[in-house]
Nanobody
Framework: QVQLVESGGGLVQAGGSLRLSCAASTHTFSTRDMGWYRQAPGKEREFVAGFRWGGSNTVYSDSLKDRFTISRDNARNTVYLQMNNLKPEDTAIYFC??????????WGQGTQVTVSA
């Protein structure tokens, strides 16, 4: 059963913007902290941004907080990642994550973001 569905990736030139979306089931969206990770070729998966404490707080990777913004639409059970001023080093597969302190994290299938120089 697919619980997280990402969309919005693609190819963009450096300096451009993309907005990623992650749609979740109502139960997942309301009971877990949603967030984004990314994995570049040959590198480990890294945290990008996320909600904590039931969505009341947001946290970011220090290196990305000036260009990336996470948001949510509770009515649509969707979390977004707005990425501005993209750089070639942002090229990665971006994964939606649904974190729970009680159960294993859920992961989306990933969406490819490629930034050309």
């Amino acid at each position: 059963q697919v619980q997280l569905v990402e969309s919005g990736g693609g190819l963009v030139q450096a300096g451009g913007s993309l907005r990623l979306s992650c749609a979740a089931s109502t139960h997942t969206f309301s009971t877990r902290d949603m967030g984004w990770y990314r994995q570049a070729p040959g590198k480990e998966r890294e945290f990008v941004a996320g909600f904590r404490w039931g969505g009341s707080n947001t946290v970011y990777s220090d290196s990305l907080k000036d260009r990336f913004t996470i948001s949510r639409d509770n009515a649509r059970n969707t979390v977004y990642l707005q990425m501005n001023n993209l750089k070639p080093e942002d090229t990665a597969i971006y994964f939606c994550n649904a974190h729970s302190s009680l159960y294993s994290d859920l992961w989306g299938q990933g969406t490819q973001v490629t930034v050309s120089a």
